[in-house]
Structures are given as structure tokens and as C-alpha cells.
């Protein structure tokens, strides 16, 4: 199969290292990952993505995303079907699954995800990956506004003096996928947990659904691992432990 993967540069390093080892002829694209910050927008790049592959030239697209905010909601395959996990975030990419997702979430609610690329390819507009509640994402959103109005050193000042971040967090975890050395964004989050108070953990990332994802294994039916659209389906959203569906 000749596959066409479309994924966050936040996943760079995981989806270049499956992708060498498929067995698929896979083209990877990257994506910028401060379009998360505005979900219709990533949208709006990932349909016109898909929109625009050459005819006939690919079996399948693959997106090495979730729901993210709702940015995947929407988007409808063309002349070939399009592959997703069935994932809320890419914390459940990171962790390989959407139980050790479920048991890390219902154990640490209060958790500031750091990966490697997400880190290395930062762009300004945040300093790590979060997973939380809905106060959470309202959190981020002020976050954000406060960037665009002040500039992030400033930002990141109003946020320590309101004690907002304490608030809301007190654990900070570093994700370690084993591609490449992290030690130096692992020593960024230990500072960043110990300057906010939190407690610090390592915590080893699993590959298996982006290696699934990319070799093509995708198995059947709703409760599998991902979600395969059909040309003229689009995703849908679900309020279940299928997180996504497929609509006509």
C-alpha cells in the first residue's frame, strides 16, 4: 500500500521512526502544531490535504491525530479512506492506548504533558502539552489570550502571580517515547515542576498505535483502535468510549 500520512509536528520524531519500519510506502507530511490553537483552522488545513492528494496515487490517508479539540470533527474522506485513532488527544498516542489514557487521566487529572518534539519545535505560543477538563482547556484559552496580548514571558508572569497554574495542576510529566535523547526537555520539566510546586514523573511513552496506524493495522469494527472513513463518510463525534464515529 502507498499510504499518505498527515500528522502534528509534535509527533515528528514517533511517526518518522514507524514509517521507515512499515512495511507501506508512507509519505509523511507535518503539520504546524500551533494550528491547535485554533481547531476550525487545523481543520480547514487537514480537509484541504486530503482534498488535494493526486488521483489514484494513494490507498489511504492516514492522520496520526485525535479529536483535538475538535478539530477533527468534520472531516470527510474523498476517493480514499481515511484512518484515525480513536483517541481524545495525542497524550493517547503518546501512552499507546485509550485505557492507560483513561487510568493516567482518572489518577493524575491535574497533570502538564512534555514531549520531545513538541518542545524542540516550539513555536512561542506554549511551553508543554496539557490533558485535562473542560476548566482546563478555559485555562489554556486565557493562557493563550494572555501570549497574544502580552508576549509569553508575560503571560507566563500573570499566570504564576494569579497562582493559576497551581490552581488546576500539580503534577508534570515527561513522556519518554525511546527515538531519540530527551534529557534535555526532561530537565526542562523537573525545573518547571519544581519552580510551580508539582510533583515530577517520567513516564514511558508507547509507540503501538502509531506503528498500528502505519503499517496499516487497523482491524474492524467500532471498538477497535481507530476508525476508518469510508469515501463520502465523515467523523463524527461521540459522547462513548468510542470517542468517534463515521457519518454519511
Known amino acids: 500500500m502507498r ?3 498527515l500528522t502534528c509536528e509534535a509527533l515528528a520524531r514517533p511517526v518518522y521512526l514507524s514509517a521507515a519500519r512499515s512495511t507501506h510506502i508512507v509519505d509523511v507530511e507535518l503539520v504546524a502544531r500551533g494550528l491547535h490553537n485554533r481547531p476550525s483552522g487545523l481543520r480547514e488545513m487537514l480537509q484541504s490535504h486530503i482534498d488535494a492528494l493526486p488521483e489514484r496515487l494513494y490507498d489511504a490517508v492516514v492522520l496520526v491525530y485525535g479529536l483535538c479539540g475538535q478539530a477533527t470533527v ?3 474522506a474523498r476517493a480514499v479512506p481515511v484512518v484515525i485513532p480513536r483517541a481524545h488527544d495525542c497524550i493517547t498516542l503518546f ?3 485509550r485505557e492507560r489514557y483513561r487510568r493516567h487521566f482518572e489518577d493524575h487529572p491535574g497533570t502538564y504533558w512534555y514531549v520531545q518534539d513538541y518542545i ?3 513555536d512561542g505560543s506554549s511551553s508543554a502539552l496539557s490533558m485535562g ?3 482546563d482547556a478555559d485555562l489554556q484559552a486565557e493562557y493563550e489570550g494572555y501570549v497574544a496580548r502580552f508576549g509569553k514571558d508575560n503571560a507566563d508572569y500573570l499566570m504564576e502571580v494569579m497562582g493559576a497554574w497551581q490552581s488546576h495542576y500539580n503534577r508534570a510529566a515527561y513522556v519518554d517515547m525511546g527515538v531519540a535523547d530527551g534529557s534535555g526537555v526532561e530537565a526542562r520539566a523537573r525545573a518547571e515542576a519544581e519552580r510551580r510546586g ?3 514523573e517520567r513516564v514511558t511513552g508507547d509507540l503501538v498505535l502509531i506503528r498500528r496506524l502505519l503499517q496499516a493495522d487497523w482491524g474492524a ?3 477497535d483502535d481507530f476508525l476508518v472513513l469510508e469515501p463520502g463518510q465523515r467523523l463524527g ?3 462513548d468510549e468510542r470517542i468517534m464515529r463515521a457519518e454519511a
Open 3 to 5: 499510504l499518505k500520512c
Open 74 to 76: 468534520g472531516l470527510q
Open 95 to 97: 501512552l499507546g492506548g
Open 120 to 122: 524542540e519545535r516550539d
Open 133 to 135: 477538563s473542560a476548566a
Open 198 to 200: 508539582w510533583t515530577f
Open 221 to 223: 469494527g467500532e471498538d
Open 237 to 239: 463525534m461521540t459522547a
